[in-house]
Structures are given as C-alpha cells and as structure tokens.
C-alpha cells in the first residue's frame, strides 16, 4: 500500500526576528549532539555541536542550549535570515558512535 | 577540501529490479555510513564500516540490502530485489574521528 513519510513539524518566523528550534532526545548516555541543516536536495550540513559536559554553545548567529535534566535540546537561530530555511534535525552520538537522528523541524522564514 | 561525492543523484527503477548506489568518502576518513531518509522524516543508519570493514549493519535489512567497502575507501551500497518502501534518499556520510561527519548529497531513489 502507499507510504506516507511523517508530515515535519514547521516553524515560520518572520526575517529578522529569533527562531528557536526545539529536541528532546531519549538517550541519557548520548554525549555528544549536533544540530544539522538540510536544503531541499542537499546532505545534512552541520551547523553546531555540543558535548554533554556543556550546557551551551555559541556559534555565528547560531546558540545550542542542552538541558540534560530533561534530555532538551534547543537550536537558536538569531535574525534569521531567508537563507536559514531549510529542516533542521538534531542528532545525538549514543552507544556505539553511533548517529541518531530526530524527525527534523521546518524552518520558513517570511520576507 | 573535496565533499563526499555519490552517485548516481537519481534513480528511478521498478519494484523487483536491482540498483547500486556509489559513495567516495573524503580523502583519508576512516569511516563511512550510509543512511536512509524517507521523506519527511530524518536520516536512519543502515551500516557503519571502520576502514574496510564493517562496524554496525544492525539496521541493514540484509535479506535485501549489501554494502561493501573494497579496500577501505569507496563504498557501494546494493537492493534486490527493491520494495516500494526503499523509496528514499540514500545518504554517505564520511568522518575522520566520531565527531565530524561530512554528508554528501545523496541518491534519491523511487521505486514504482
């Protein structure tokens, strides 16, 4: 019968205003997570990662906050821009190193 | 630096019929995954290979799918027969150490 992929949650932010992007993640051994950027038709690209013994990390433009307690992680995007959108998926290195992904976030930006 | 390069970037094949999936992973990264993304939804593993040999292939549906990585470097991922269900994006993803994968851009495969 018909498959039909799960339907992304999505986030649309005016440009110029802050987005934060939202995962919870299962795993209390993972100790590594990365957050991936990924355009129609293009690979995953890393944007930011962050290690279990931080609770935040800056980048240009980009923030990742980890909240262990309660297995959160969060993506912020400031003055996002037309180019930030695209589906954005955290992922967490677990046993095995091996990369577990989440179901991903789409970001539109309105001009 | 040159991005892991995949080929081909489309496939389009009847349920049943066999396809093969080309991957070069970055010069001198040791390990080389290949993921599936159906639509919608983010990358699954299928199998994780350490230089030649193979690391995880706990997600690989082995009844159907083979993946061999001859001489460490390159990398072929098979199907056959193929489902409708193998419909996806099939990804390769190269890294020198656990924590910096490089993606390429992926095979998108229909199968009808």
């Known amino acids: 019968g018909e498959s039909v992929g799960l339907h992304l949650p999505t986030l649309s932010v005016q440009e110029g205003d802050n987005s934060i992007i939202n995962c919870a993640y299962s795993?209390?051994?993972?100790?590594?997570f990365i957050w991936y950027k990924q355009e129609s038709g293009k690979g995953p690209q890393f944007i930011i990662d962050?290690?279990?013994?931080?609770d935040k990390r800056q980048g240009q433009r980009v923030t990742v906050l980890l909240n262990k307690t309660v297995k959160h992680l969060s993506l912020q995007i400031a003055a996002t821009q037309p180019g930030d959108s695209a589906v954005y998926f955290c992922?967490?290195?677990?046993?095995?190193?091996?990369?577990?992904f989440g179901g991903g976030t789409r970001l539109m930006v309105k001009p | 630096e040159a991005g892991v390069a995949q080929s081909p970037r489309y496939k389009i094949i009847e349920k049943r019929q066999s396809v093969a999936f080309w991957c070069n992973p970055i010069?001198?990264?040791?390990?080389l995954y290949w993921y599936q993304q159906i639509l919608g939804q983010g990358p699954k593993l299928l199998i994780q290979?350490?230089?030649?040999?193979?690391?995880?292939d706990s997600q690989l549906p082995k009844d159907r799918f083979s993946a061999e990585r001859l001489k460490g470097v390159d990398s072929t991922l098979k199907i056959q027969p193929a489902k409708l269900e193998d419909s996806a994006v099939y990804l390769c993803?190269?890294?020198?150490?656990?924590?910096?994968?490089?993606f390429g851009s992926g095979t998108r495969l229909t199968v009808v």
């Open positions: 795993n209390s051994a993972s100790d590594y």
């Open positions: 993803a190269s890294s020198l150490d656990h924590y910096g994968y490089t």
């Open positions: 290979f350490q230089n030649n040999g193979v690391v995880d």
């Open positions: 992922a967490a290195l677990g046993a095995g190193n091996m990369l577990t």
């Open positions: 010069s001198g990264h040791a390990t």
């Open positions: 962050i290690r279990s013994n931080m």
